[in-house]
């Protein structure tokens, strides 16, 4: 049975969308706004992104994403410092600092924390089922669907 657009039940940005920073929270693109109507667009500014706090019971994460969040900044002018792909890290720990004109990037924090937030909820739990199961082997039946972990922290950034 064909679809039409009226049919749509989800609404997932596309890789385009998400590349021309279309997917994101309305803040940002109010706020570069008002940084070009105060003359402000030139400012340049050092965001820090951090985890402000574990779930309960977890004393350390894995970073993970940052193949992925590098590629959503590829070709904006900006720098990126961030901790190794697969390192441990601490609550309020500086995980990633992006520098440049904000409103080069501002478009693209909610891709960034996104992807951070999902590849590091990953990699997390898997180092935690890894760490439990000693030597013994882990392996997963659970069908490929099924690979979105619920995330109880959210990544936040400091400006």
Same mark, same amino acid.
């Given at each position: 049975m064909a679809s039409s657009s009226r049919d749509v039940k989800f609404h997932i940005a596309s890789q385009e969308d998400i590349i021309a920073g279309k997917a994101t929270d309305i803040y940002f693109l109010r706020t570069v706004e008002v940084l070009r109507a105060a003359g402000l667009e030139d400012a340049r500014v050092r965001a820090e992104f951090h985890v402000a706090s574990l779930p309960r019971g977890y004393k350390w994460a894995i970073f993970a994403?940052?193949?992925?969040?590098?590629?959503?900044?590829?070709?904006?002018?900006?720098?990126?410092? @961030?901790?190794?792909?697969? @390192?441990?890290? *601490?609550?309020?720990?500086? &995980?990633?600092? &992006?520098?440049?004109?904000? $409103?080069?990037?501002?478009?693209?924090?909610?891709? $960034?924390?996104? &992807?951070?937030?999902? *590849?590091? @909820? &990953?990699?997390?739990?898997?180092?935690?089922?890894?760490?439990?199961?000693?030597?013994?082997? $882990?392996s997963s039946s659970a069908p490929a669907s099924c690979t979105r972990p619920y995330s109880p922290w959210p990544i936040g950034r400091r400006i």
């Open positions: 994403g940052l193949k992925e969040a590098l590629y959503a900044l590829e070709g904006k002018p900006v720098t990126v410092y @961030s901790l190794p792909e697969g @390192s441990l890290f *601490y609550e309020n720990e500086p &995980i990633m600092t &992006i520098e440049g004109r904000y $409103v080069d990037f501002a478009v693209f924090e909610t891709t $960034v924390l996104g &992807i951070l937030r999902h *590849y590091t @909820s &990953i990699a997390t739990k898997a180092a935690r089922v890894k760490k439990a199961a000693g030597d013994r082997r $882990v």
